[in-house]
């Protein structure tokens, strides 16, 4: 009798990743660097690039059992692949190979339930006894007279596709674990996202952290009419966020001064999109100090009175930024669907007000213009409020 060795390990599978011609090399070194950051509570592990594949396995002097579920788990937060599949891997030889499937099988037979299955085999090393097709023939006919009640084959679509890897040594999986491919985050920049605590700006700060950009996130915060309890929220969706890209740095300003004088001294009809452009004035000026390049909002277009084209440009004008608005033609449906995927959604709908649903006029200005904010501003010192949020920043990394 073979004793039954083999080691597990995860193999993960570049997409667009491996287009990349000449940063190849840069794309995979952080796409390593960042699953090994996101698994770095597990344990340590040896990570390694491989023929436009990356894999995750245990090193060789660390005695603990591989976690593999936990690591499984983990990855999925992790952009810049396209699929993940545990795997088996055993020395290359003809019959430990049919003993590790029997074994392997008997594990997914064990339910007592019929599945359908197909092998599928890629012979690398061309020295290997028998060849795909013949290997891929034995060994289902191995598994047809194991499991007579509950085997059957399926070549177009089955419960168990087998995949044989027969390389220096060989590899043995059935389970592909989708991701959200994407790029590894940080190799596009670093974006500063304006995060409230409602559905959307925290799906926006995903969508570009999809496209490879490490978030530093900010939060006007006017206490107390919004409360300690609206900033936990904020400070929760940042750390779900951080679980997607990495270290966090979460930027919550003093916004309450800084509101009660545009309450004071702004037309009322004028008030939302001033304020919004006090904000992104102020996220601009950081992003500035921290050698940030864009700026990201979760506006959609005409979703409310500040998000009109019109108002838009008012917005965007006090700004020299690209400002990424990654919802602005996504339908809120779609959001609402897709903060639920990456478990924003129950955080976001927690009742606790943002400012701009507290000091919103009833009848805000539809289409504003770059004068009417203007005039709206004449009384306003607009350097000195800026500075005065700037110097009341306080800053948690999550
Ligand atoms: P969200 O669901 O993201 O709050 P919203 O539909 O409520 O968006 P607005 O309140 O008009 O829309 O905000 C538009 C965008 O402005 C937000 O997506 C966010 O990027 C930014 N924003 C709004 N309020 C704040 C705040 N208090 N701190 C930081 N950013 C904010
Ligand atoms: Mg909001």
Redo the contacts with the bound molecule.
Sequence with gaps: MIKIDYQELILIRLGEIALKGLNRHKFETRLISNLRYRLRDLGIFKIYQDQSRVYIEKRPQDQFDFPTREILQRIKDVFGYVSASPVRRFANDKDLLFTQVESYVAELYADGATHSFKFETRRIDKDFPLNSYQLNCDLGEMVLAAYPEQATVDVHNPDFLFQIEIRQEIYLYHEIQPAYSGLPVGISGTGML????????PV?GFQMASRGLQLEA???HTFPYTGDQAKQKVIDLAARLGDFCGRLPLHIVDFTDIQLELNQKVPAEMLTVIM?RM?MRIADRLAEKNKINCLI???SLG??A??TVAALRCTNSVVDRPVFRPLIGIDKNDTIKLAREIDTYDISILPYE???TIFVAKHPKINPNLVDCEQAEQDLVIEFLVEQGLNKIETIVV
Excluded: P
């Design positions: 304006l995060l409230s605590g409602g559905i959307d700006s926006a900010i939060y006007f919004r904000m909002t979760g506006e979703q409310v500040s998000q943002d400012c701009c």
